[in-house]
């Protein structure tokens, strides 16, 4: 017996067809990838359990999903040591720009001026190379979201960590009026009290995530597992809008949930400034990721921007997940319209190298403030450099944004033929999600998925998210659907 209208069985029939034609005759951007997944085991196979025995005997290792072979693995294919080869759509948690072994990307350390950045790694902020300050200039600041400044970092999470300590030095600063740090301040920071440790305060939202590290863990709000036994800043949270979905159909109800949590945040900056924890920053993300791809509107962020205004406060937006392209714009609060860009920008992941944009007072003024060893990496900067010229030469956010189409379209279908299984497809270009029934389902759809040859993941409570690499095409698309219909077919 059909499970959905003859129309729409047909339908779905004449698009498997057309999908098809499409995967037998595509051209993939890297030459030679896989026309399309490969199981020869179950996944973790045999190879990947033995190693897993072996690693877990060294360091907890308990989230390994299986081990890969990075010599086999091509493209947007990622093979296991098994010889299993998978559809990547998740890329090692958004962080893999151009797919596995991208031919440009393998060539950049034959340059021996490349190779001797990458194995005489400096400490970049007391010994940077003559051609530091041209590289920042010619690749970062060339993608910068407005803003006429850059701080290099190892990962999101140090970015994060040392843009909110950018917030309060920026607001200490004004405090003092311009003035030098004071002899009680010199002396009060030695053992942990004020003046010299102010109680300071950052606003951070339910369900977001900004990092593991010690304060960025206090402004992360996803998993308990994330944040159990580490103690924690007294920093206020606010709620993260919740839409219902299809957006259009609930344009109403969408559009007062907005104003409600924007309220609930000019009330939380208004208590903690007057209970002497003033509010020196906020930080968010434009599509939040590990707490379930929560998305909010363009007014939404506007307002917010106003608010931080208003009450004097840095707007941080992060865009560890999001930077670098796979939303179809090289940063996705483009898509919002901001008044101004916002004061801090942090950014990793797929731009390989961490750290954070920032407008001019967001600067110390003292050297060694914003601080570490490394200070980034300019190996990691020289694949930066070659991944945005592939991403411009073959203007990949168009190829994003073709992609993301037809995904979203293809999930809003099979959404419409399985509305009890999945709902609530959203999301910009390739980054997307959609939410399962319950988590017990979100949890069988990412292991059948992986089963049959595609690794997505899982996000929030009940969310199965896709991070494509930036070449991911409509014929990779065509596959993840097909497969996707024949896990839900079997559910």
Known sequence: MLSVPLRSFRRSNLQYIYRTTIVRTATSLVAGEPIGPSIKTSIPGPASAKLLKELNSLQQAESVQFFVDYDKSLGNYIVDVDGNVLLDCFSQISSVPLGYNHPNLLNVFNDKHNLKSLINRP??????????????????????????????????????????????????????????????????????????????????????????????????????????????????????PKYRYPLEENVSENKQEDQKCLAEVEDLIVSYNAKGKPVVGIVIEPIQSEGGDNEASPEFFQQLQRIAKRHGAGLLIDEVQTGCGPTGKMWCHEYFNLDSPPDIVTFSKKMQIGGYFHSGDMRASEPYRIFNTWMGDPGKLLILEEALNVIKKQNLLAVVEKSGNALKSGIKQLEMEHPNVINSTRGRGTFLAFNAASPKLRDEIVAKLKQKGVQTGGCGDHSVRLRTALIFQEHHAAIFLDKFREVLKEM
């Open 123 to 240: 400490a970049l902020g007391v010994f940077p190379g003559a051609d530091w300050p041209k590289k920042l200039q010619s690749v970062l600041m060339n993608v910068s979201p407005g803003l006429p400044m850059v701080t290099t970092m190892m990962c999101g999470s140090c970015s994060n960590e040392n843009a909110f300590k950018a917030l309060c030095i920026k607001y200490m600063k004004n405090e003092r009026g311009g003035k030098t740090f004071s002899k009680e301040e010199m002396d009060s920071c030695m053992i942990n009290a004020p003046p010299g440790s102010p109680s300071l305060s950052i606003l951070s939202f339910h369900g977001g995530f900004h990092g593991r590290t010690f304060a960025t863990l206090s402004t992360t709000h996803s998993k308990a597992i994330h944040k159990i036994d580490i103690p924690a800043f007294d920093w206020p949270i606010a709620h993260f």
